[in-house]
């Protein structure tokens, strides 16, 4: 991180100066979280940003807020509604006696070394009237420039106490303007980026789907300061909250021009009573700072998810052939075992059976039955899933399968045998979305269900070591028959606190099978259940264009390696779009490189490309997965020009993809300059993935990296949907 003269101060704003106050430092190798809190006082942010050498400045150097006043425009750390407090809080309590409003003061904390790269502070904060207690538990990854924050409520009052909302992370900043990047979209189209300016009020990015809570808007979010998001430069906030079920994030710039961002769980429907000595955990809030402009919030949170937030996050994941688009429900034994006859000859390493291997009583033929009944269709498949496993196995590859645990279509015996599994509320009448309905998960016994679901499929072979999870239907007329009456505004927090434990039961199982993370796409983008999962399917939406896109906004957060890709046919099934088989690769690469279409497509050249693409990912995804990923142009700029650079950790080697979407004029050439490589090595460039050999006057020359930093390239594509693949090594 570079030095920056400038510092990040939050809320300067204050009535009179408090002597002998304890000052809280949550550090990282190069970010520091500083708070100060004085046993009966309001806990206090001085400062997010950069790391300071020395902050014993901050004893003389800022006004703090006297503990009685509470300042009306909020400086606390973790403000609750209360005293003159109008903004929107982080907690809002109803206490035992009705009371409405709280005021937290801080009473203690405590630091503990977990390790050379982890320590975790717990700051301890309690109502001044009321037996009501705030613990805030930071955990500061020095290495990986992260922070993750959660908040513990309990109470010891004569009575309930009913937590009406409660954030993960309150925090603060001030600057002259604010600039948020965030992320919508819908089914086909996940994870669109979108940068605005923020004014004076308030800014709301939530879910309230309960399920696929990712897939109209995400809660990963960047905040830049005075001025626009850049990649290098510039100073930016980033975070995500780990959490599947509903969410809210809220950006407010109040009168004073502070921007107050709070998230956590959305508090919708969602009020939860606790008796005295009941605990209250929400999720993390995982954040990050960077001085450096967004890379660095990249490189932050991918080497922290890879080593603390994915499962297998130091091995490189397999080529894929999903049978989905390739067969979709109409496959028999025979189809399946040509399909891995061809991948085998594609050197396709993970053959997955996807949809439509279940159901008897009532086949698994479409998406209207099935669900539920997790037995092999004898008449698809009367071997069994053991045979295909095993002949997968024989032709040198692996074997993965589909599920939808959480789904039950009203046409299987499983809903028959057990109606009240199914959300629903009261009376009203069911309303089937895709055709299935959801299971409550607050349920126990519905918990045990989804697990008995998983151990089972599992335990069709010894040889299944890969499993796609799937959810495609969100929660809507919610209500469980398992809550009492009273007690239904726990479901939404109670389903996706019972789905983690069905997760936490698998793994335990379970450790070295690959699980794919999907929900009708890309649903379940989050941390919160990526912490179980290996990868996750992007979006149904495979057509490499729209990818481009997609990948790109998920890759500012989530590592490449976690990003299924996959090629498939053209035209596109989702869009009609044609484009030419290297653009396709090309594009896939770039994640975790699969293939979604029948192998018997692909004839002549295009078999050959694909062979030859396939062995050169191999080659190549060392680097694509585990090293940095540096972005040069943008498919959102609008100029028909992206590309991403993918560096080793030790930078003796790159991989460069450059694409042109649409036509340029012949005039044209793509100049870039390069990130990430050392400017004193030497590296021979050679381009890979050509049809036909490579025309490119550079190819098979040496440069200095220096000269590709800041002389750069000049790239010969200006075609529609042509590109550039470059292999970088050290010479």
Same mark, same amino acid.
């Given at each position: 991180?570079?030095?920056?003269?400038?510092?990040?101060?939050?809320?300067?704003?204050?009535?009179?100066?408090?002597?002998?106050?304890?000052?809280?430092?949550?550090?990282?190798?190069?970010?520091?979280?500083?708070?100060?809190?004085?046993?009966?006082?309001?806990?206090?942010?001085?400062?997010?940003?950069?790391?300071?050498?020395?902050?014993? /400045?901050?004893?003389?150097?800022?006004?703090?807020?006297? %503990?009685?006043?509470?300042?009306?425009?909020?400086?606390? =750390?973790?403000?609750?509604?209360?005293?003159?407090?109008?903004?929107?809080?982080? =907690?809002?309590?109803?206490?035992?006696?009705?009371?409405?409003?709280?005021?937290?003061?801080?009473?203690?904390? /405590? *630091?503990?070394?977990?390790?050379?790269?982890?320590?975790?502070?717990?700051?301890?904060?309690?109502?001044?009237?009321?037996?009501?207690?705030?613990?805030?538990?930071?955990?500061?990854?020095?290495?990986?420039?992260?922070?993750?924050?959660?908040?513990?409520?309990?109470?010891?009052?004569?009575?309930?106490?009913?937590?009406?909302?409660?954030?993960?992370?309150?925090?603060?900043?001030?600057?002259? $303007?604010?600039?948020?990047?965030?992320?919508?979209?819908?089914?086909?189209?996940?994870?669109?980026?979108?940068?605005?300016?923020?004014?004076?009020?308030?800014?709301?990015?939530?879910?309230?789907?309960?399920?696929?809570?990712?897939?109209?808007?995400?809660?990963?979010?960047?905040?830049?300061?005075?001025?626009?998001?850049?990649?290098?430069?510039?100073?930016?906030?980033?975070?995500?909250?780990?959490?599947?079920?509903?969410?809210?994030?809220?950006?407010?710039?109040?009168?004073?021009?502070?921007?107050?961002?709070?998230?956590?769980?959305?508090?919708?429907?969602?009020?939860?009573?606790?008796?005295?000595?009941?605990?209250?955990?929400? %999720?993390?809030?995982?954040?990050?700072?960077?001085?450096?402009?967004?890379?660095?919030?990249?490189?932050?949170?991918?080497?922290?998810?890879?080593?603390?937030?994915?499962?297998?996050?130091?091995?490189?994941?397999?080529?894929?052939?999903?049978?989905? /688009?390739?067969?979709?429900?109409?496959?028999?034994?025979?189809?399946?075992?040509?399909?891995?006859?061809?991948?085998?000859?594609?050197?396709?390493?993970?053959?997955?059976?996807?949809?439509?291997?279940?159901?008897?009583?009532?086949?698994?033929?479409?998406?209207?039955?099935?669900?539920?009944?997790?037995?092999?269709?004898?008449?698809?498949?009367?071997?069994?899933?053991?045979?295909?496993?095993?002949?997968?196995?024989?032709?040198?590859?692996?074997?993965?399968?589909?599920?939808?645990?959480?789904?039950?279509?009203?046409?299987?015996?499983?809903?028959?045998?057990?109606?009240?599994?199914?959300?629903?509320?009261?009376?009203?009448?069911?309303?089937?979305?895709?055709?299935?309905?959801?299971?409550?998960?607050?349920?126990?016994?519905?918990?045990?269900?989804?697990?008995?679901?998983?151990?089972?499929?599992?335990?069709?072979?010894?040889?299944?070591?890969?499993?796609?999870?799937?959810?495609?239907?969100?929660?809507?007329?919610?209500?469980?028959?398992?809550?009492?009456?009273?007690?239904?505004?726990?479901?939404?927090?109670?389903?996706?606190?019972?789905?983690?434990?069905?997760?936490?039961?698998?793994?335990?199982?379970?450790?070295?099978?690959?699980?794919?993370?999907?929900?009708?796409?890309?649903?379940?983008?989050?941390?919160?259940?990526?912490?179980?999962?290996?990868?996750?399917?992007?979006? $149904?939406?495979?057509?490499?264009?729209?990818?481009?896109?997609?990948?790109?906004?998920?890759?500012?957060?989530?590592?490449?390696?976690?990003?299924?890709?996959?090629?498939?046919?053209? %035209?596109?099934?989702?869009?009609?779009?044609?484009?030419?088989?290297?653009?396709?690769?090309?594009?896939?690469?770039?994640?975790?490189?699969?293939?979604?279409?029948?192998?018997?497509?692909?004839?002549?050249?295009?078999?050959?490309?694909?062979?030859?693409?396939?062995?050169?990912?191999?080659?190549?995804?060392?680097?694509? *997965?585990?090293?940095?990923?540096?972005?040069?142009?943008?498919?959102?700029?609008?100029?028909?020009?992206?590309?991403?650079?993918?560096?080793?950790?030790?930078?003796?080697?790159?991989?460069?993809?450059?694409?042109?979407?649409?036509?340029?004029?012949?005039?044209?050439?793509?100049?870039?300059?390069?990130?990430?490589?050392?400017?004193?090595?030497?590296?021979?460039?050679?381009?890979?993935?050509?049809?036909?050999?490579?025309?490119?006057?550079?190819?098979?020359?040496?440069?200095?990296? /220096?000269?590709?930093?800041?002389?750069?390239?000049?790239?010969?594509?200006?075609?529609?949907?042509?590109?550039?693949?470059?292999?970088?090594?050290?010479?």
């Amino acid at each position: 991180m570079k030095i920056n003269k400038k510092l990040t101060i939050f809320a300067m704003i204050g009535s009179a100066l408090v002597a002998n106050a304890a000052q809280i430092k949550v550090e990282t190798g190069d970010v520091s979280l500083i708070m100060d809190g004085e046993p009966g006082s309001a806990l206090n942010l001085l400062y997010f940003g950069e790391k300071l050498a020395n902050t014993s /400045e901050f004893a003389y150097a800022w006004h703090i807020t006297q %503990p009685d006043t509470q300042d009306e425009y909020g400086r606390e =750390l973790y403000p609750a509604y209360g005293g003159r407090f109008f903004l929107n809080p982080a =907690l809002k309590l109803t206490h035992a006696d009705g009371v409405m409003t709280t005021q937290l003061v801080y009473r203690s904390h /405590e *630091q503990k070394v977990i390790d050379d790269n982890l320590t975790e502070t717990v700051v301890h904060l309690q109502d001044k009237l009321y037996d009501a207690r705030v613990d805030l538990h930071f955990v500061a990854y020095k290495d990986e420039d992260v922070i993750t924050q959660s908040v513990v409520f309990s109470h010891g009052e004569k009575g309930d106490v009913t937590v009406e909302n409660i954030a993960s992370s309150y925090i603060t900043l001030k600057a002259a $303007d604010y600039y948020l990047t965030h992320f919508h979209g819908t089914w086909a189209r996940e994870m669109q980026l979108t940068e605005e300016r923020l004014t004076p009020g308030v800014k709301v990015v939530e879910s309230k789907k309960g399920v696929r809570t990712a897939q109209s808007d995400n809660s990963a979010f960047l905040v830049s300061l005075d001025g626009p998001t850049r990649e290098y430069s510039g100073e930016v906030y980033a975070g995500a909250l780990a959490w599947t079920g509903n969410y809210k994030m809220q950006f407010e710039v109040d009168e004073a021009g502070l921007l107050h961002i709070s998230g956590g769980i959305n508090p919708f429907a969602s009020a939860i009573s606790l008796a005295a000595g009941e605990e209250f955990v929400t %999720p993390e809030m995982v954040l990050t700072y960077s001085n450096e402009g967004r890379s660095e919030i990249t490189h932050n949170l991918h080497d922290w998810a890879r080593r603390y937030n994915l499962a297998h996050g130091d091995e490189v994941r397999p080529v894929v052939l999903n049978s989905w /688009e390739g067969a979709y429900f109409d496959f028999d034994e025979k189809v399946i075992t040509d399909m891995i006859d061809d991948a085998a000859a594609f050197g396709v390493e993970m053959f997955v059976l996807d949809d439509g291997w279940f159901g008897n009583e009532f086949p698994r033929n479409g998406d209207n039955a099935g669900l539920g009944d997790w037995q092999v269709n004898k008449k698809k498949l009367p071997h069994g899933i053991g045979y295909l496993a095993d002949y997968a196995v024989s032709k040198g590859m692996k074997f993965g399968i589909w599920i939808e645990p959480e789904m039950v279509n009203p046409d299987s015996k499983l809903a028959r045998r057990h109606p009240e599994w199914i959300v629903q509320s009261g009376k009203r009448d069911l309303l089937p979305m895709r055709n299935q309905h959801l299971l409550d998960l607050s349920n126990p016994e519905v918990q045990d269900f989804v697990f008995e679901t998983f151990d089972n499929v599992l335990k069709m072979s010894p040889n299944i070591s890969y499993v796609k999870w799937d959810a495609n239907r969100h929660a809507d007329n919610v209500g469980s028959t398992y809550l009492a009456a009273d007690e239904q505004s726990r479901f939404w927090y109670d389903y996706i606190r019972g789905l983690y434990s069905v997760y936490e039961r698998i793994r335990a199982k379970y450790p070295d099978v690959l699980i794919q993370l999907c929900s009708s796409g890309g649903g379940r983008v989050d941390f919160g259940a990526l912490k179980y999962h290996d990868e996750f399917w992007a979006s $149904d939406n495979t057509n490499a264009l729209d990818r481009l896109c997609i990948q790109y906004s998920e890759n500012i957060f989530f590592p490449a390696m976690a990003t299924a890709a996959h090629v498939s046919t053209s %035209p596109n099934h989702q869009t009609g779009m044609m484009l030419p088989l290297k653009f396709r690769f090309d594009v896939a690469m770039m994640g975790r490189l699969g293939m979604e279409l029948q192998p018997k497509q692909l004839v002549g050249d295009e078999r050959e490309f694909a062979f030859n693409a396939v062995k050169l990912y191999k080659e190549l995804r060392p680097v694509i *997965q585990l090293g940095d990923l540096y972005r040069i142009d943008s498919p959102y700029d609008g100029d028909g020009y992206c590309s991403d650079v993918y560096v080793s950790k030790d930078r003796s080697e790159a991989v460069v993809f450059a694409f042109s979407t649409t036509y340029h004029n012949r005039t044209q050439s793509y100049d870039i300059k390069l990130h990430g490589l050392d400017p004193a090595k030497n590296y021979l460039l050679r381009e890979v993935n050509t049809t036909g050999g490579s025309w490119y006057p550079g190819n098979g020359k040496v440069y200095s990296g /220096e000269f590709l930093m800041k002389a750069g390239l000049s790239l010969p594509i200006g075609g529609a949907f042509t590109s550039m693949v470059l292999h970088l090594t050290e010479q």
